[in-house]
């Protein structure tokens, strides 16, 4: 407790699709083992390491088990804050580590070796739970930030704005969030489901494929404090286990680099020029959270809604940990280095959780 502990970072490279494999782009990524990888093009020529990187032969049932998201799910349950967050170019895999390819069909269900880390993390969730025998109470919330307002994605009718506030106790929260409770799988499942087809939906309004909001699911764990039975000659109140509340909370963030490649006017440009503001905010409160404590300078979360509700995951009291995802594709090179070099700085990030 109160010691640093560096965020957790993890890579992963996606398969080719047929479309890149079609018109014939070449594979620059690979991975070298022991958590390192390669990436070699023209004029680039660079390894980085990694916790652990799973390449595209691996199943989402690897990625699961050898990420680290088990114990984020038992930290969770024993009363930290945990984050996993999914970092990437747009079609670089975030939602499909997340969700598994669910997201994007509704009328057949996944088969059960694909879902993502989150599906399998209500499973180890529920299983923990019951086989701990604690009495846990759990609730979910879910949350857009789309042209930097924060809307709920659980609460019936159109869409509001929810206000994001501050206090000494809570850090930044946001006000009037809906928290629904649930006790089995397929509650949480369909909750997701429900969520995630309110987010699509206003992308799809705009004819979009891809995520054009951050999502951010939050499981809210409370274990009742369970008091023994007293002793003779113990007073009451002796409580062998005290209340713990711990949260776990996937977020899916949209991607930046559409913007500069259609030049998009209107509607599309503001929305894409949020999405790149938060970005680029959460990519400099990174960038100032890798330093050393000692040399740090202010960090500027209220730059954006984004880095104000990753704010304690980031330099908080958080246990996070850090999905990156990239296209081994030619094409998506310049994205690739990026979010590579953006993923090695976050490993010196430290939280005291
Ligand atoms: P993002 O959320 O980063 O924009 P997606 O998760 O939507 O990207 O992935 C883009 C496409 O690539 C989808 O069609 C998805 O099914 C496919 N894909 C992504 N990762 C994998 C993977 N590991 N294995 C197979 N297909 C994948
Ligand atoms: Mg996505």
């Not at 979009?208 to 008091?227: D, M």
Request: charge should be positive.
């Amino acid at each position: 407790e109160g010691k640093e502990t560096r965020l957790r970072v993890v890579l992963r490279v996606r398969p080719l699709t047929c479309t890149e494999t079609r018109r014939g782009d070449r594979q620059v990524v690979h991975s070298l083992g022991d958590g390192a990888v390669h990436v070699s093009a023209a004029r680039h020529d660079a390894t980085f390491g990694f916790s652990a990187v799973f390449d595209a032969g691996a199943s989402q049932e690897a990625v699961f088990e050898g990420s680290g998201m088990r114990q984020l799910v038992e930290l969770a349950m024993d009363g930290f804050s945990c984050t996993v967050f999914a970092f990437g170019q747009t079609g670089s895999g975030k939602t499909y580590t997340l969700m598994g390819p669910l997201a994007q069909s509704e009328t057949q269900p996944a088969s059960p070796a694909l879902l993502g880390l989150m599906q399998r993390s209500f499973t180890c969730l529920l299983e923990q739970s019951r086989s701990r025998g604690s009495d846990l109470a759990l609730s979910a919330s879910y949350l857009e930030i789309y042209n930097e307002q924060v809307r709920d994605l659980l609460s019936p009718g159109p869409p509001c704005a929810l206000p994001l506030r501050w206090s000494k106790t809570r850090g930044f929260y946001v006000e009037n969030q809906l928290r629904v409770e649930f006790e089995s799988l397929e509650a949480i499942v369909s909750l997701l489901l429900q969520g995630s087809q309110r987010r699509r939906t206003s992308a799809h309004a705009l004819n979009r494929h891809s995520s054009r909001s951050h999502a951010l699911l939050t499981i809210h764990i409370h274990s009742r404090a369970v008091s023994a039975h007293p002793a003779p000659g113990e007073g009451w109140g002796a409580s062998a286990c005290p209340s713990k509340q711990g949260t776990l909370c996937f977020v899916d963030l949209a991607g930046s680099e559409r913007v500069k490649e259609t030049g998009s006017s209107g509607e599309l440009s503001v929305e894409a020029n949020s999405i790149n503001r938060s970005l680029l905010a959460l990519g400099h409160c990174i960038s100032l959270l890798a330093k050393p404590r000692g040399k740090r300078t202010h960090i500027p979360y209220r730059d954006s809604k984004l880095t104000r509700l990753l704010a304690r995951s980031l330099g908080g009291s958080g246990i996070t940990l850090m999905v990156a995802c990239i296209s081994p594709s030619s094409r998506c090179l310049s994205e690739t280095l990026s979010t590579l070099h953006y993923a090695s700085r976050a490993r010196s990030v430290t939280t005291r959780p």
